[in-house]
């Protein structure tokens, strides 16, 4: 809207240009997000403690969580709001890949918010059923993904990029494409759902994620950039900052809530949201193993998770006290603020890392 508003003004004085700067629009964006998220923060936590739409704790997890019960859950109703109405004021609309970015948001929010309501309504952390749950992400992500392919300029010739080296960049068949983007975008979801279980864990990273993101899609949007780094110039993928700084100021927003003791939960509303957010921005700029990199506080949850699981299945032992690997740690005598705070320094070296590698090409 405001770059739109920006085209209509310079008719009358060539200043207003200014509004159609990315560097302008992104940060408009995220002080946007940031400031609707704690003006809606009291107003969402109000309404959903009124609704005494509280979060189920779990029995069998760390006793000092069972202090939380009572806590509002859904908060990632403030991530969202607050992200939505940003985009639509500071995006520009005519860019594909925005609107592919706001479907993912409202379908895996849909996907979320159905969960919790279930938890919610049984009284029981236990949700929407976990194939109907894998089903509905993959049609969503798929959807996502064939509209890429059609809106690409590159069209079905999509391409793989590895870090380290600029001559690892692979032409790939759109059947290829659609497994990888899929997995990709599913996988994230899930991985931040599972990190989900601390005050704050999973917001934090995922902003520091999201900015990460972001200066990729600057850096490929840009040619100058583009041929100094030795990364494919794609001119659609410039305007998803003004998306990732959305992003951002509705995830510090929240976090001014969120943080321990929250004084409410994003509930998988939000996680499933962010997680899947965080994976389709991974596709859309090419870059999925530099996020994988990113990502690695989401990715050593997931596998502490399937290796408690597959270990218990066949050795009927247990590798970590408890999975996901944050409450290990809990269970180690780790106080929740020491691991949570822990997991953001590793996820902030793992993003300058990867973006490290974007130098080394």
Known sequence: MIELLGTWLMAYDSGFDVLRY????????TLTALLLSILLGP?????LTKMQFSQSIRDDGPQSHLAKAGTPTMGGLIIIFSLLISTLFWADLKNPYIWILIFVTLSFSSIGLADDWLKIRHKSSEGLNGR??????????LAAMLFMLKVSPEGNNQIFILPFDKEFIFIISPLTFLCISVFVIMG?????????????????PSVLIAAGLGLIAY???????????????HPLTGELIVFCGALIGAGIGFLWYNTYPAQIFMGDLGSLTLGGILGTLAVLVR???????????FVMETLSVIIQVG????RGKRVFLMAPIHHHFELKGWAEPKVIVRFWIITFVLVLFALATLKLR
Do not use: W
């Open 22 to 29: 990315l560097t302008v629009r992104t940060i408009g964006g």
């Open 43 to 47: 107003l969402i936590i109000s309404l």
């Open 132 to 141: 109907y749950k894998l089903c509905l992400q993959f049609i969503f992500s």
């Open 188 to 204: 994230s979801s899930n991985a931040v759902n599972l990190t989900d279980g601390l005050d704050g864990l999973a917001i934090l």
């Open 219 to 233: 850096a490929m949007g840009n040619q100058i950039i583009a041929n100094y780094l030795f990364i494919p110039f």
């Open 287 to 297: 870059h999925e193993i530099v996020f994988a990199i990113m990502a690695g506080v």
């Open 311 to 314: 270990s218990y299945k066949i």
